[in-house]
């Protein structure tokens, strides 16, 4: 059976998929680095979903109304779902996301 993760984008993501073999990814705001080895095995497929990036890749973005699915050792799709505009203006936002929102729907 195959294990889907899902990932809905209401205001803002960005993500990265990593493949083996991984790498050390140094953390943009610490001195620090992501080891994402150490959380799977060579033939895992890795994706990584946050606000912001977090690394100092490629980080791809995700628009208003996307939703990401990914499954086992697959990269992750972004797909476009439609989104009743009323269902988003009802929407709670934090209120540092609110100008997301406003610059979003301009």
């Known amino acids: 059976m195959r294990t889907f993760r899902r990932a809905y984008c209401s ?11 991984f ?19 060579p033939a895992d ?5 946050a606000t912001t990036p977090l690394t100092d890749e490629a980080w791809s973005r995700c628009e ?3 939703l990401l699915i990914c ?3 697959r990269d992750c799709d972004g797909t476009p779902v439609s989104v ?4 988003l203006a009802g929407a709670r936002y934090a209120p540092s996301e609110m ?8």
């Open 11 to 21: 205001t803002r993501r960005r993500y990265v998929t990593r493949c083996p073999t």
């Open 99 to 106: 100008s997301c929102q406003a610059a979003s729907a301009g």
């Open 45 to 49: 497929l890795a994706a990584v979903i």
């Open 64 to 66: 208003l109304g996307d």
């Open 23 to 41: 790498s050390q990814a140094p953390l943009v705001d610490a001195d620090k680095s992501l080891d994402i080895a150490a959380f799977g095995t």
């Open 71 to 73: 499954s086992e050792r």
């Open 84 to 87: 009743p505009s009323e269902v």
